[in-house]
């Protein structure tokens, strides 16, 4: 696979800050900078199964009152929640999706499956999803939405788009939480796992270049404004966590190749889901996508759709509803 390359604009493209760098415009890295932190994919799930007030979101996710204030208001800056004043005979505001983050919707389809397919639990195994529009139980699956056809990321094509130019963004991240989305106390927390490890800005955008063929340290050194520690770090926990696979390639000093386990490639249906939505949602000039996408099967624009296999019919928001056991 190839990845867009556009070129550098100029020597090492450090700013005059150095908490500021330049990396490859990715929808994916842009979806990943607004939403890719573990609490605000806690708190847009919360707010997907109706949890809409502070006191309510602070007991599902355990999380403290500031790190939860501050996503608030976050995930309003970028558009993603809506605050609502006190109704009649309520003493609390309320917090709603927008436009924006019912589009997420999609991303939870594929995280779900791929959370049941690879963290099997009792009480995941006992979920069901129905859809409105035909009645059924269902398991979600994504298509092309040109041939119908299944997409396997091996057979993706990847070329600049109109919008192939470079993000400036900050070295510095949000003051993290050290608790692990695992123990969140929330029932409704249904794919932890996969949030434990999207939720972690570094872990995702290194799996997003993965699927773009990059595979040595290097190379992800060269795409993200990571500490080299911080790499290594997570480079090692997505090997224990079996996304990815290391294979020596020089011995003395050591070093190793990451691939794509099978686990790590069934991500990619996730993982275009955001990219869709960066495209749609996270484009601030307008310039149309950093990357366009092409189905080799069909030769045609790839768009990923998400689909109920019981009726083929389009896995809308409002049209899923989930049983828990
Ligand atoms: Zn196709
Ligand atoms: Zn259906």
Redesign the pocket.
Known sequence: MVSANTGRPGADVNSDSPSVLYTRASSINRALDQIGDKWCLLIIQEVFWGINNFNGMLNATGVSRGVLSDRLKWLQVIGCLRKRAPQAGHRFSSYHLTQKSLRLHASAMMAIEWERKYYRTPQLDAIQLI?A????A?TPWMRCASCNGAINAREVRYSPGPGATWDQRQKKVRRRSSLSSSRVPSQHSVYRNLINLVGDRWTANIIALAFHGHSRFDDFLKELPVATNILSDRLKLLENEGIFAAQAYQQRPRRCEYHLTAKGWDLFPYFLTLLQWGDRWCDPQDLGPPMNLMHRPCAKPLSGEV???????L?APFTVSITLA
């Open positions: 859809h529009d035909c009645g059924k269902f689909v109920c296999n019981s009726c083929d019919g896995l």
